[in-house]
């Protein structure tokens, strides 16, 4: 597995990156998607129904179920919880850095497999 600084670095190669100031909205559920973002510096909170479901910090990702799911729609609300410098990573991008570092797509299959147990906890413990 890769380090987050080792991510980070990953990350620092994609060709568009974008700063947010805290409590700035970066995406909205059910916007349209047409990249991820990796986050390069600070922390971001991922928002479902209302409540902080996740906070995302250096060295790893989110928004890419908008890069392989049909349709390219959004599940979260994401807002910058602190000023933070994020990387866009569209799908060519992303393909190139999955068939470059193979060691990425683990990362990414492990963030989202990390937040699909984590739901599934939030599940468990409200019925």
């Known amino acids: 597995m890769l380090k987050p600084i080792q991510v980070v670095e990953l990350l620092m190669t994609t060709p568009s990156h974008q700063d947010f100031g805290a409590g700035d909205t970066i995406f909205e559920v059910g916007a349209l998607g047409s990249c991820m973002y990796g986050v390069i510096q600070g922390e971001v909170d991922l928002w ?51 068939q470059e570092t193979p060691l990425f797509a683990l990362e990414v299959i492990r963030s989202l497999s990390s937040r699909l147990r984590a739901a599934k906890a939030a599940v468990k413990s409200d019925g």
Not at 70 to 88: G, Q
């Open 48 to 98: 479902v129904n209302g409540r902080v479901f996740e906070t995302i910090s250096a060295g790893d990702v989110f928004g890419e179920g908008a890069l392989v799911q049909i349709p390219h729609v959004r599940a979260s609300t994401a807002v910058a919880k602190t000023d933070c410098l994020l990387a866009l990573v569209d799908e060519a991008h992303f393909k190139f850095l999955v």
